[in-house]
């Protein structure tokens, strides 16, 4: 991002970038944390990170909220770097890095729409009443991904304080401080901390990121050998010719 945010204060500085890197994936939530903080936008705001909350026989893990007076926003932190690809309609997107490394990884947006039903569920409210935001690193390169609208932001994560601000704009005050309040309170009520939950969790995540279905096609996914070891290939080779590395 650069010297300019960090002086603007939507960046922390680098000493707060080094205090406060664990991985990849908690810098970038802590990454986005920060450029939501109160005094980067106008009007009332509570932000909350790290929600496990109710979904059918799980639980989901929400990345961040923004409960705004203007709107609820529900945030999916991806903080990869390389080109992505995806529809909306993918069951899976594909991270590229390099000329042929390739990843595949649970379409964002279908995450972040389990992400909204549990958060209407817990605060009883409609779904259409939150903001699906989905945001990579400033690092990626979005080569084939949904165009943004109003109801679902799909951007860099340098790109998200103006487009948010321009929609702020555009809307009109809905909740009361008063009711930013009571809607934490039942968030943070909710939300199931514990040990086995959080394994739990992590489980149903980690068969999401490592899919038996191709990306690409829609084939079985089938393990097979080659020069440099085992690998996921695609059962339609050679029409389709996606693979992830074996682990």
């Not at 000329?99 to 958060?119: C, D, E, G, M, T």
């Not at 979005?142 to 948010?164: A, F, H, M, T």
């Amino acid at each position: 991002m650069g010297l300019f945010a960090v002086l603007k204060g939507e960046e922390p500085n680098f000493l707060l970038k080094l205090l406060h890197y664990k991985n990849a994936g908690a810098y970038g939530e802590y990454l986005l944390r920060f450029a939501l903080q109160k005094k980067n936008l106008r009007g009332n705001s509570i932000c909350l990170n790290n929600l496990y909350l109710p979904y059918k026989d799980h639980t989901t893990e929400v990345d961040v909220i923004l409960l705004h007076e203007k709107g609820i926003f529900v945030f999916e932190s991806k903080n990869y770097q390389g080109k992505i690809e995806g529809e909306k309609t993918y069951t899976y997107w594909t991270q590229i890095l390099g000329n042929r490394k390739r990843i595949s990884f649970y379409n964002p947006i279908l995450q972040n729409k389990a992400h909204i039903k549990a958060v209407a569920a817990t605060l009883q409210i409609r779904q259409s009443d939150c903001i699906s935001c989905v945001v990579f690193s400033h690092r990626s390169t979005l080569k084939q991904v949904p165009e943004s609208d109003d109801d679902c932001l799909i951007l860099r994560r340098n790109q998200l304080l103006k487009r948010l601000r321009k929609l702020l704009r555009k809307r009109s005050v809905v909740y009361s401080p008063e009711q930013l309040e009571e809607m934490a309170k039942k968030l943070k009520k909710a939300s199931q901390n514990s040990y086995h939950q959080r394994k739990v969790h992590a489980q149903h995540i980690q068969e999401l990121r490592c899919p038996s279905v191709c990306p690409l096609c829609g084939g079985k996914l089938q393990k097979r050998t080659g020069q440099y070891g085992p690998f996921w290939g695609c059962e339609n080779f050679p029409s389709c010719r996606y693979t992830r590395p074996f682990s």
